[in-house]
Nanobody, 124 residues
């Protein structure tokens, strides 16, 4: 089992920044690829970013590429999502997820463990 707890969400104006954190406990965190997903109001959950178990490979949705950065600190069992140049369309509940495999994937059904989510609201 892996327990995931997200933090860092909040209300920010367009153009601002937020950093989300996801603290993991349970199974060996460093063995897992990690991902961030989001669910905008009234829409389905969508892929945002993913990172390999070493942090050496990262993937991003086209909508966030160049603005968001995923990173991890295996010593702290934490994965981060730095979000810059935020737009109102980034408003969503953001979820952290852990994959039992080491290679990052972009589909939600590939992930085995999920956090409870943190709300990000970007005002115009």
């Amino acid at each position: 089992q892996v327990q995931l707890v997200e933090s860092g969400g909040g209300l920010v104006q367009a153009g601002g920044s937020l950093r989300l954190s996801c603290a993991a406990s349970g199974r060996t965190f460093s063995n897992h690829a990690m991902g961030w997903f989001r669910q905008p109001p009234g829409k389905e959950r969508e892929f945002v970013a993913a990172i390999s178990w070493t942090g050496g490979s990262t993937y991003y949705a086209d909508s966030v590429k160049g603005r968001f950065t995923i990173s991890r600190d295996n010593a702290q069992n934490t994965v981060y999502l730095q979000m810059n140049s935020l737009k109102p369309e980034d408003t969503a509940v953001y979820y952290c997820a852990a994959d039992l495999q080491r290679v990052p994937r972009t589909t939600a059904n590939a992930y085995n463990y999920w956090g409870q989510g943190t709300q990000v609201t970007v005002s115009s």
